[in-house]
């Protein structure tokens, strides 16, 4: 039967719309199974292939003929929102993407997480949990290597797949994992999409085609999903951070597990490497996954206590000059840096905040939190620190010292030089990256650097 779904596309004009890391799987794939198909590419970037019977369109016009084609592959990098785009879907081009044939094509378990923040931690646990007690598991999607890379001709049957999912990989899909997972939503990615709604009915569909016997587990904190979760037609399972709401709980610093027998204490949230509370609820999700596999109160409390930060999600860097250094690249949105600044309440010195200014962001909120703690500086990067600094601003005269850069070498070097001894420095954008970096990676490595060559100057210099 998937052999069957994959020859519908033997006949198909076919474009693969966007060269990235998810296009050249495609491609790779289509390939592997039709070797002597016409295989179209097309991206805004200068892109090639060394594939002979692959075709490439480029540059500014790269859209202009996707009327030509039946079949497109469009990566989540490419918005629906593009003018060329609606009009190819008004004139009947079927749209689709690396998950949706992925879900048409997998005999494995598909275990789905989406949720504006805490996705990477989330799966990532998940796939140890699972593999912890011997479950044929692969941490797959933005975290892992793109999902078509894991099929064979066994299309991954008797495998666990636990899925990083993003809105954009989503929005195309019409068939939901089996077991889903909805952490948060926050407002993101408003330059993607026409409101908020679009977004929160781009994540929701991940549960959207649920049947009886999959599971949904979501978060009882937030209405919104809330809602979603009485429409759904799996078995649902929801976790909290408040006590005794949900069927897993955070309260006085330890995780409560409900089961047959009623509520149990999982895991102290002591023995727990994840740093912050908003950490405890990627927690919960997963441990709710684990039990619904089976998996024991004592083998999720040994994975979960076992369990090392992801990098660049609040990772130590290290001390230097008795400052301690803390990467939170991830932070994209204004309440993972609050978040990340409850974190070291009382001992944060310096703030590195900042970016891309993406529209429908908040910063009003995370002013005010900055402004609650004693810090001895705040570096701002452009567009969005200028933002930040005018609600500081709005909200009282008494700032703390606040210098804007362009580089982050000079972030460091302020910090190296204001920031008291015994204190943390927190590197934590509230924003995007893309404006002044290559993407969060390339924000964490300049830190890293620059930390290191600030240090060396001051013992050598």
Same mark, same amino acid.
């Given at each position: 039967m998937r052999s069957d779904k994959l020859d519908t596309l033997l006949n198909k004009h076919i474009l693969i719309l966007g060269y990235g890391r998810e296009g050249i799987s495609t491609h790779r794939f289509l390939r592997k199974y039709f070797p002597n198909k016409k295989i179209y590419i097309a991206d805004k970037k200068h892109v090639s292939t060394d594939d002979p019977g692959a075709s490439i369109i480029c540059g500014e016009k790269y859209l202009d003929n996707l009327t030509n084609f039946e079949l497109v592959f469009r990566t989540p990098g490419v918005s629906p929102r593009l003018p060329e785009i609606v009009n190819a879907l008004e004139s009947g081009v079927e749209f689709t993407s690396q998950t949706q044939l992925f879900f048409d094509l997998c005999g494995g378990t598909v275990i789905g997480v989406t949720g504006t923040k805490g996705k990477s931690t989330t799966t990532s646990l998940i796939g140890k949990i699972l593999s912890d007690v011997g479950m044929d598991v692969e941490v797959v999607g933005n975290i892992g290597r793109p999902c078509l890379d894991y099929l064979d001709e066994n299309w991954g049957s008797g495998k666990y797949f636990a899925f990083e999912l993003s809105s954009h990989q989503l929005s195309d899909v019409k068939i939901s994992p089996q077991v889903a997972i909805f952490l948060n939503i926050f407002r993101e990615h408003l330059d993607y999409y026409d409101s908020y709604h679009d977004y929160f009915q781009a994540k929701a569909r991940i549960t959207k085609y649920q049947a009886e016997?999959?599971?949904f587990v979501y978060n009882f904190d937030f209405g919104e999903i809330v809602d979603l979760a009485k429409q759904t037609n799996a078995r649902t399972k929801s976790f909290s951070l408040q006590e005794k709401r949900g069927d897993c709980y955070y309260s006085q610093d330890k995780v409560i597990l409900r089961d047959s027998g009623g509520g149990h204490e999982l895991i102290d949230c002591?023995?727990?490497k994840l740093m912050g509370v908003h950490n405890i609820n990627n927690v919960m999700a997963a441990s709710l996954v684990g039990q619904w596999f089976g998996v024991s109160t004592a083998s999720l409390r040994k994975s979960i206590s076992s369990f090392e930060p992801l990098a660049d999600r609040l990772d130590f860097v290290g001390k230097f000059g008795n400052i301690e250094f803390y990467c939170d690249a991830l932070a994209t949105i204004p309440e993972a840096t609050v978040a990340a600044i409850d974190v070291f309440a009382g001992r944060l010195g310096g703030l590195i905040v900042g970016g891309l200014d993406r529209s429908g962001l908040d910063f009003s909120a995370l002013a005010k939190r900055i402004l609650e703690e004693n810090l001895?500086?705040? @570096?701002?990067?452009p567009e969005t620190g200028g933002k930040i600094y005018k609600e500081m601003a709005r909200i009282t005269k008494n700032l703390p010292k606040c210098e804007? @850069?362009?580089?982050?070498?000079e972030a460091v070097k302020l910090c190296y030089s204001f920031v008291g001894k015994g204190k943390v420095c927190?590197?934590?954008?509230?924003?995007?990256s893309?404006?002044?970096f290559e993407d969060y990676r390339d924000k964490s490595r300049q830190f890293r650097e620059s930390i290191l060559k600030e240090e060396n100057m001051c013992v050598f210099g």
């Open positions: 016997g999959d599971l002591s023995d727990i001895d500086i705040v @570096v701002l990067f804007n @850069v362009r580089t982050m070498a927190l590197l934590s954008s509230a924003s995007p893309f404006n002044l």
